[in-house]
């Protein structure tokens, strides 16, 4: 098993590849928010603004992902694992207009996986 903080399915890489032909370079930030509940969110790359309490966790598909730093805390020893089912993702989430959503999955890391915090990232 790979010690990742985040990967994807091939099933979200094709989806992430088929999405960056449209709309150029992508990131991706995990909502902990009400209006979409807690869902990978897909933005054109700079469309999103990062806080200083948001954490750079990896890439997927060459895309950066983040997470808010409260979240990160509960989901800290998993491994989270970006899939894509049909349906509609959130409403600002690119995905939903391919009638799409990204979804999280994780699995619990073994204690000889769990790797330093992220770094925050710096604000804009």
Partial sequence: MSSEKVIATEAALLLIAQLKSKHGELM??????????????????????????????GEIGDCPFYIGAAQYEYWRHTQLIIDVVPGRGGAFSLESAEGKRFLTRSRLFGEDEITDTPMRCQPH
């Fill in 28 to 57: 991706f930030h995990q909502s902990g928010g009400c209006c979409d509940g807690s869902a990978p969110m897909c933005y054109p790359a700079g469309e999103f603004f990062l806080g200083e309490n948001d954490i750079k966790l």
